[in-house]
């Protein structure tokens, strides 16, 4: 007898698809079943019209799935089959498919919420195959209960119920939970005195409190948030205090699209992705401060980060609270975000009045993503990729044609903003940010991280890629994991090749003749004395060499540097005399002749920033990197807005090399001329984007590539559209971040093209 066999790859597990395929083929009348394989879902069919059924599949697939491959071939039987039906899938697989990633709550699950009547009325974690958590609950693969931290739960007789009925929602879903079989909430304040009350009441009563100016360590379905009311400046301060977190911006949770309208300024693009499966924070232009404590959310910026209730905890919590709410990842700055019950009390304890706990054990903690489109081109800027997108990374095609030798690879990345890749089978999965692991918890987390990696893909890595330097923390795990590390190959790559090699590979340009890279960031290692961040490549034959820098000058003090803009500028100017002013006579006796002295050098764009911030008046101490650079670029987008004439400070120079020393006397100058910080930021800017063009006219490019933690600067990114896009074809980032978070993608794409 004849039979259709239907193989089907790609994000086809945890996306609703076997309930999917289950009433498609009952609507076509076929007899057989579908399971979940090695290789995503296999369906073995019997009827009429099963190549109509294949392309069917192809049409009406579940809104989260992704095919990458599929295919549909005809083999003989013996089997009969009296019905169609979903066959438990085979114990011990390990799987080669995607990772799927977590999933904001549907807009269905949602009205259930807030429907008195409805079971779930108050349940935070109402889901169905369409929406919830799938990668912060996954232990093993395939995505079935039992291999999940939902498995706990045993479903009631109603969740069985809708579990078994392929016309509901919940048919099949792995997730299924109610609040009389599911995952419990409690709150206790932070001497451990517990509230008693219905999920409701729970609410109500923290609502109550947060409008006191109480702090609220909440547990989110990837991790704890700290929230509070963002329109009580005291309660803000305070959390800065207490989350030692003196300046970098907090994201605000608003209720929704209608409330977001009223403080900001949102685009029909912005809400598509608020409203996406994804749901990322989004940096977005206030429209109205209204009663936002703005000075304490984001001081000195006109922007904020903006949350969409994604999860049903955070539905309720802003619904029943009424008024946006700060919402930041639970740890103290530069840790890694809390998951458990323990972790939280201990650690948040200093910071929070009250936690909201719950019963779920999260088993991958992220934080929340964050995105930025450019104001003028609305071009897509990650800052941030994690909760909703990590670790799924479409690219088994080109491995397949790139990793003929079906290596194992680990990537490790670097050291700050950190994330690893893996290669464990036909996919590569890029893990969630990690961050700096100089802080010793985030180095765990990172071990912690690839060790689960390990499990989920019974993988052992016979190929480590990692950075040139010497020194960086993540070389430590080679000797923790592999004893005989020996065994395991390790390759070295440069860092600014790497992230050169990144976004080549993400726009997959490795079969192009010539591109220019421009490559900016703050540090990366580039000889025992160079340390280098403002990097000109060109890829040409395979190859890629570096052609063009910004011009060294001393680099000084290590770290504090990196702090001390100041000290930046001094050094950039070559120890100008009218710079005294900002030096007791005692530090300049000591950084000058250091200066004079050192041999190390830099070609670091982000300290160039540094110093050009800090000559148009950027004075205060530095809390975290990069802080000098979004206050020049909001300054400047400012002036940019204003429609300030543009002007090239470098108009007459034939530009090879960027010339940092004599550009900042420039604007030395013009700022003595009484020239506005703003009108010199966007100049500054300007000029460097004819200096590329300039470099780019040089080498006779056609394409240019982007890459390193200077182009989430949006001013930047917009003045290179609109001053070189009518010349070149220019690649900026979408899917990674342009900063660091990108080494590890880009370590891998380095070695897999030889280069
Ligand atoms: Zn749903
Ligand atoms: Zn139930």
């Known amino acids: 007898m004849k039979i259709t066999e239907i193989h089907i790859s790609g994000r086809v597990q945890g996306v609703g698809f076997r309930p999917f395929i289950f009433n498609l083929a009952e609507e076509f009348g076929l007899k057989g079943y579908v399971s979940n394989d090695e290789l ?39 089997e009969i089959f009296d019905r169609f039906f979903i066959k438990p899938t085979e114990k011990n697989i390990v799987v080669d498919i995607p990772l799927t990633p977590d999933f904001a709550t549907c807009e269905s699950c949602e009205t259930e919420l ?14 169905c195959t369409q929406c919830g958590p799938r990668y912060s609950v996954t232990k093993k693969f395939p995505f079935e209960r039992e291999n999940t931290a ?6 009631c007789p109603n969740c069985l119920a809708e579990y078994q009925n392929p016309e509901d929602v919940r048919f ?3 997730t299924n939970s109610c609040p009389n079989c599911g995952i419990q909430i409690w709150l206790i304040d932070n001497l451990g005195i517990e509230f008693k009350g219905s999920n409701k009441e729970i609410f109500e009563k923290l609502a109550k409190e947060l409008s006191k ?76 401060v209204k009663d936002l404590a703005i000075e304490e959310i984001s001081p000195n910026m006109n922007s904020v980060g903006a949350m969409f209730p994604y999860s049903g905890t955070l539905k309720l919590i802003s619904k029943t609270f009424g008024k946006p709410l700060i919402a930041t990842s639970g740890n103290f700055h530069g840790s890694p975000i809390c998951s458990t019950t323990e972790e939280a009390e201990q650690i948040l304890g200093k910071i929070a009045d009250y936690f909201l706990h719950n019963t779920l054990e999260i088993q991958h903690p992220q934080d929340d993503s964050v995105i930025k489109f450019s104001p003028k081109h609305q071009q897509k800027i990650v800052f941030r990729r994690s909760r909703g997108f990590a670790p799924n990374y479409f690219f088994a095609e080109e491995l397949s044609e790139l990793n003929k030798e079906k290596n194992k690879i680990l990537c490790l990345g670097g050291d700050l903003k950190n994330t690893f890749a893996v290669v464990p089978n036909n996919h590569v999965y890029i893990s969630e940010f990690i961050g700096d692991l100089a802080n010793f918890e985030t180095y765990e987390r990172f071990e912690n991280t690839v060790k689960s990696y390990q499990k989920i893909f019974n993988f052992e890595p016979n190929l480590i890629l990692s950075d040139l330097h010497p020194k960086y923390e993540n070389q430590k795990i080679i000797k923790n994991l592999w004893k005989t590390a020996e065994s395991v190959g390790n390759k070295k790559i440069q860092h600014h090749q790497a992230h050169f090699a990144s976004i080549l590979g993400e726009k997959k340009l490795w079969k192009k003749d010539k591109v220019l890279g421009v490559i900016w960031d703050g540090i990366g290692f580039g000889t025992s004395t160079e340390i280098w961040g403002g990097e000109f490549f060109l890829f040409e034959n395979k190859k890629m060499e570096r052609v063009a820098q910004l011009e060294n000058f001393t680099w000084i003090l290590g770290d504090k540097m990196s702090k001390t803009p100041k000290i930046s500028a001094l050094s950039v100017s070559g120890n100008n005399e009218d710079l005294k002013f900002a030096f007791d006579e005692n530090e300049w006796k000591i950084y000058t002749n250091l200066i004079e ?9 982000g300290r160039f920033f540094d110093a050009v911030a800090f000559v148009l008046g950027y004075e ?40 940092t020393k004599k550009l900042f006397l420039k604007l030395l100058e013009e700022k003595k001329s009484g020239k506005s910080a703003g009108e010199i930021g ?8 004819k200096a590329i063009e300039k470099i780019a006219e040089g080498f006779a490019v056609k394409e240019i590539a982007f890459s390193g933690g200077v182009w989430q600067n949006a001013l930047l990114v917009d003045l290179a559209i609109e001053f070189l896009e009518d010349k070149f074809e220019l690649h900026f980032h979408e899917k990674l971040s342009p900063n660091d978070e990108n080494i590890s993608f880009g370590q891998l794409n380095y070695y897999l093209n030889k280069i």
């Not at 429907?115 to 974690?125: A, G, I, K, L, T």
């Not at 989110?220 to 800065?240: F, K, M, P, Q, W």
């Open 40 to 78: 995503g879902v296999i369906i073995v069919c019997q009827g009429e019209n099963s190549e109509q059924f294949f392309n069917e599949i192809h049409h009406r697939k579940p809104k989260s799935s992704e095919i990458i491959f599929s295919e549909i071939k005809e083999t003989e039987t013996t």
């Open 620 to 659: 205060k101490p530095l809390f975290f990197e990069g802080e000098p650079a979004m206050w020049l670029e909001k300054i400047s987008q400012d002036a940019f807005e204003k429609g300030t004439e543009l002007i090239d400070y470098l108009a007459e120079d034939t530009v090879e090399n960027i010339p």
């Open 172 to 174: 099949h879903s792995q």
């Open 213 to 288: 100016g109480k702090i609220v360590a909440l547990k989110n379905t990837a991790g704890y948030l700290l929230i509070c009311d963002a329109t009580n400046s005291e309660a803000v301060s305070e959390l800065r205090k207490r989350k030692r977190r003196p300046t970098k911006p907090f994201a605000v949770l608003f209720s929704g699209i209608s409330t977001m309208n009223e403080y900001l300024e949102i685009s029909e693009l912005q809400i598509q992705h608020f409203k996406s499966s994804e749901s990322p924070i989004i940096v977005t232009k206030i429209k109205e």
């Open 114 to 127: 807030f429907d008195e009547h409805n079971p779930r009325y108050f349940y935070p974690f109402t889901t």
């Open 150 to 155: 939902i498995e706990v739960f045993k479903m």
């Open 682 to 689: 966007l100049n500054f800017h300007y000029t460097l984007i």
């Open 597 to 605: 002295k050192s041999e190390i050098k830099t070609s670091s764009i």
